[in-house]
């Protein structure tokens, strides 16, 4: 026992020295740690120098403390007197770097056309910018900047110089080069080099003055040209155009009945750039008959012109001429216009002599120009003298496509500028022509074709949709308006405990019936095509409704366990089972049946008396047997007029649907 008790005792004093070990190991460790934080907070900057941010100083090992305790006091502070030190130095450093800055700055904005001359940039961003900007006297840099002032005005006023002499001596090729500049247009003389060389990267060329003053004058010499020529084309082709529309105007009031078509007349001119384009100038030819000799086409809807060919016989050796009315509307025509024109008489080709045959047709005519001091003459005839005539009326008997073309074209080259009309008392269509013309005329028949079968599609849209929208409001009307005393029959109802009527369908029916909103009499689904996937009665039970004239209702019951849906599910219809709001009992059209109403001794009818009839604690029985004296009774029925809407149902396993009118019908 004694052994025991020497060896317990020896070990409870070795943990007692144990204990006291670690105590003063852990004091030894709290002081170290505390004499580290000391030094951190004395000497904060040499701390964060030798071992970085002060964190965590609490959870480091005696030989990490021990590392931050190696340094004696001296050490310590000389390092933080070090570092201080250096940062007064780097501040006062800064703050002279600064005052430079602000120095060489106030410079830069006294004298900027010096000071960006000498850094060769517009802003100061780094201090070699600042030593050469200071090492500059201001009296130095008031010198340079004069110098400078005065070369960019003498520069500016040789600029403007120049730049008014070339506005002055080359206005259309100065505002041409500008505004093409300026569109970007890609002709290499319109740029200097190094421009041209940014162009062709894509990168937008200056347009100021002081750019184009650099461009050598012999470029806008040249655009100077192009400019007067180019405007010249595109006047006239724009006056060409212009004089088109209003001879068309023309012809519509003096030319009654005469056709009409245009040419496009290729005419060499220029661009904006000077290169060769050809203007296309719109001529009109009118014509008092027409005819075409090709015998390869149809002639739908233009008949006439092959017709007209037995005329052309007549006309050439004058047993044929047209009536004085024709040449009356010439006359019309020709002094309606809005300046005195010269009118040109064509050979027509004929085989004869075409003077004498020109004689016999447009004598008449001849006589009233010179009534009217019109001035007339053979084309051949038209010389440079003529050049006063801006407007031109080409008067021919019977004329050609390819010799009007060729017309036009001359009498454009003589007497440039001119504005043409071609009239033409027979005119010749080429097989292309008519073809074009026909295509035309077969375009507007089946246009009017196609514009008469959608006024008529619209219109029984319109009809269909009128009819609908009907049939939606009567249906709106059947389903909303109730019995003037309706409060009366919903009273009846929920005294006698009745809280919801019944209507049993297949369940394949479901869907169908939240398709078309809601339930709908057999007559009606009839009646509108709607298919019913699996419908539950007859052709008997169909037969006696008819009979009773009750075809057109819905038909709902008082009870759960109508007869009726188990013989239906012994056929093997899957059954549902349909919770209908009492309120369709107070609609308007609401019939009841104290039976079944295909029994041929039932009484229905609409008033409050018909649904007091009813005997609904019979409807409430279940499982009524055949032989009970309430079988009949607990079939009795609601009869709704038409149609239930969704809104009075409550479905199996069907998200609630909103009104199905309430969107649809302005009420």
């Given at each position: 026992?004694?052994?025991?008790?020497?060896?317990?005792?020896?070990?409870?004093?070795?943990?007692?020295?144990?204990?006291?070990?670690?105590?003063?190991?852990?004091?030894?460790?709290?002081?170290?740690?505390?004499?580290?934080?000391?030094?951190?907070?004395q000497y904060p900057d040499a701390y964060k120098e030798w071992f970085g941010a002060?964190?965590?100083?609490?959870?480091?090992?005696?030989?990490?403390?021990?590392?931050?305790?190696?340094?004696?006091?001296?050490?310590?502070?000389?390092?933080?007197?070090?570092?201080?030190?250096?940062?007064?130095?780097?501040?006062?450093?800064?703050?002279?770097?600064?005052?430079?800055?602000?120095?060489?700055?106030?410079?830069?904005?006294?004298?900027?056309?010096?000071?960006?001359?000498?850094?060769?940039?517009?802003?100061?961003?780094?201090?070699?910018?600042?030593?050469?900007?200071?090492?500059?006297?201001?009296?130095?840099?008031?010198?340079?900047?004069?110098?400078?002032?005065?070369?960019?005005?003498?520069?500016?006023?040789?600029?403007?110089?120049?730049?008014?002499?070339?506005?002055?001596?080359?206005?259309?090729?100065?505002?041409?080069?500008?505004?093409?500049?300026?569109?970007?247009?890609?002709?290499?003389?319109?740029?200097?080099?190094?421009?041209?060389?940014?162009?062709?990267?894509?990168?937008?060329?200056?347009?100021?003055?002081?750019?184009?003053?650099?461009?050598?004058?012999?470029?806008?010499?040249?655009?100077?040209?192009?400019?007067?020529?180019?405007?010249?084309?595109?006047?006239?082709?724009?006056?060409?155009?212009?004089?088109?529309?209003?001879?068309?105007?023309?012809?519509?009031?003096?030319?009654?009945?005469?056709?009409?078509?245009?040419?496009?007349?290729?005419?060499?001119?220029?661009?904006?750039?000077?290169?060769?384009?050809?203007?296309?100038?719109?001529?009109?030819?009118?014509?008092?008959?027409?005819?075409?000799?090709?015998?390869?086409?149809?002639?739908?809807?233009?008949?006439?012109?092959?017709?007209?060919?037995?005329?052309?016989?007549?006309?050439?050796?004058?047993?044929?001429?047209?009536?004085?009315?024709?040449?009356?509307?010439?006359?019309?025509?020709?002094?309606?216009?809005?300046?005195?024109?010269?009118?040109?008489?064509?050979?027509?080709?004929?085989?004869?002599?075409?003077?004498?045959?020109?004689?016999?047709?447009?004598?008449?005519?001849?006589?009233?120009?010179?009534?009217?001091?019109?001035?007339?003459?053979?084309?051949?005839?038209?010389?440079?003298?003529?050049?006063?005539?801006?407007?031109?009326?080409?008067?021919?008997?019977?004329?050609?496509?390819?010799?009007?073309?060729?017309?036009?074209?001359?009498?454009?080259?003589?007497?440039?500028?001119?504005?043409?009309?071609?009239?033409?008392?027979?005119?010749?269509?080429?097989?292309?022509?008519?073809?074009k013309v026909q295509k035309i005329k077969i375009a507007e028949v089946e246009e009017?074709?196609?514009?008469?079968?959608?006024?008529?599609?619209?219109?029984?849209?319109?009809?269909?949709?009128?009819?609908?929208?009907?049939?939606?409001?009567?249906?709106?009307?059947?389903?909303?308006?109730?019995?003037?005393?309706?409060?009366?029959?919903?009273?009846?109802?929920?005294?006698?405990?009745?809280?919801?009527?019944?209507?049993?369908?297949?369940?394949?029916?479901?869907?169908?019936?939240?398709?078309?909103?809601?339930?709908?009499?057999?007559?009606?689904?009839?009646?509108?095509?709607?298919?019913?996937?699996?419908?539950?009665?007859?052709?008997?039970?169909?037969?006696?409704?008819?009979?009773?004239?009750?075809?057109?209702?819905?038909?709902?019951?008082?009870?759960?366990?109508?007869?009726?849906?188990?013989?239906?599910?012994?056929?093997?219809?899957?059954?549902?089972?349909?919770?209908?709001?009492?309120?369709?009992?107070?609609?308007?059209?609401?019939?009841?049946?104290?039976?079944?109403?295909?029994?041929?001794?039932?009484?229905?009818?609409?008033?409050?008396?018909?649904?007091?009839?009813?005997?609904?604690?019979?409807?409430?029985?279940?499982?009524?047997?055949?032989?009970?004296?309430?079988?009949?009774?607990?079939?009795?029925?609601?009869?709704?007029?038409?149609?239930?809407?969704?809104?009075?149902?409550?479905?199996p396993n069907i998200t609630p649907i909103r009104k199905i009118y309430d969107d649809?019908?302005?009420?």
């Amino acid at each position: 026992m004694i052994l025991i008790f020497l060896i317990g005792a020896y070990f409870l004093i070795r943990l007692l020295v144990e204990a006291i070990r670690d105590k003063i190991k852990t004091q030894k460790h709290l002081k170290k740690v505390q004499t580290v934080i000391d030094r951190e907070k004395q000497y904060p900057d040499a701390y964060k120098e030798w071992f970085g941010a002060p964190y965590y100083i609490n959870c480091l090992s005696d030989k990490e403390l021990d590392k931050r305790l190696f340094r004696s006091e001296r050490e310590w502070a000389e390092k933080q007197k070090e570092i201080e030190e250096s940062r007064a130095r780097e501040k006062a450093l800064k703050l002279e770097q600064q005052q430079k800055m602000s120095r060489a700055r106030s410079l830069s904005y006294r004298y900027p056309n010096a000071v960006n001359g000498i850094i060769e940039s517009s802003s100061i961003t780094n201090d070699t910018q600042v030593e050469k900007i200071l090492s500059y006297t201001t009296a130095e840099l008031k010198i340079i900047e004069d110098a400078i002032v005065e070369a960019q005005k003498r520069k500016k006023e040789e600029e403007e110089q120049k730049h008014n002499e070339i506005i002055s001596n080359f206005p259309n090729g100065y505002e041409l080069v500008k505004r093409l500049r300026e569109e970007s247009i890609d002709c290499e003389d319109l740029y200097l080099p190094d421009e041209y060389t940014r162009f062709q990267r894509g990168q937008k060329v200056a347009t100021n003055k002081q750019k184009l003053v650099n461009i050598p004058l012999e470029v806008f010499d040249k655009y100077e040209d192009i400019s007067v020529r180019y405007t010249y084309y595109c006047n006239w082709h724009k006056q060409q155009n212009e004089h088109s529309k209003k001879l068309r105007q023309l012809h519509d009031t003096t030319l009654e009945n005469w056709g009409a078509y245009q040419y496009s007349i290729d005419i060499d001119g220029i661009t904006q750039t000077g290169d060769n384009q050809t203007y296309d100038f719109s001529v009109w030819q009118f014509f008092s008959m027409s005819f075409c000799m090709s015998d390869e086409i149809s002639y739908e809807h233009i008949e006439k012109y092959i017709n007209n060919r037995k005329y052309l016989e007549g006309l050439e050796d004058g047993t044929v001429t047209f009536k004085t009315r024709e040449y009356d509307s010439i006359l019309q025509f020709i002094t309606a216009m809005d300046e005195v024109p010269l009118v040109l008489i064509v050979n027509s080709e004929l085989e004869d002599d075409w003077i004498s045959i020109n004689t016999t047709h447009f004598g008449y005519i001849y006589g009233k120009l010179e009534e009217h001091q019109i001035p007339y003459k053979p084309i051949e005839l038209l010389t440079l003298d003529d050049i006063a005539y801006k407007t031109i009326v080409v008067l021919e008997l019977i004329t050609e496509n390819s010799h009007l073309i060729d017309i036009c074209q001359d009498l454009y080259s003589i007497i440039p500028g001119s504005k043409i009309v071609y009239i033409t008392l027979f005119k010749e269509f080429s097989k292309e022509e008519c073809l074009k013309v026909q295509k035309i005329k077969i375009a507007e028949v089946e246009e009017a074709a196609r514009k008469t079968r959608e006024e008529e599609a619209r219109r029984r849209k319109e009809e269909a949709q009128r009819k609908e929208q009907e049939e939606k409001d009567r249906l709106y009307r059947l389903s909303h308006t109730f019995k003037t005393n309706s409060a009366e029959f919903k009273r009846h109802l929920t005294t006698n405990g009745v809280r919801y009527f019944y209507h049993f369908t297949d369940k394949r029916n479901l869907e169908s019936i939240r398709k078309i909103g809601g339930l709908y009499s057999w007559q009606y689904c009839e009646d509108h095509n709607i298919e019913i996937a699996r419908p539950g009665g007859d052709s008997t039970s169909r037969s006696l409704d008819r009979r009773h004239g009750l075809q057109d209702y819905v038909r709902v019951s008082f009870c759960t366990d109508h007869p009726m849906k188990w013989i239906l599910e012994q056929q093997g219809y899957d059954m549902v089972l349909l919770k209908v709001k009492i309120d369709v009992a107070c609609l308007e059209g609401t019939l009841f049946s104290d039976i079944n109403a295909t029994d041929n001794n039932h009484h229905h009818g609409g008033t409050l008396a018909d649904l007091q009839r009813i005997n609904i604690p019979a409807t409430q029985q279940n499982f009524v047997s055949r032989e009970s004296d309430i079988f009949k009774q607990h079939q009795a029925e609601v009869m709704v007029k038409t149609f239930i809407p969704l809104e009075y149902i409550e479905m199996p396993n069907i998200t609630p649907i909103r009104k199905i009118y309430d969107d649809d019908l302005p009420f």
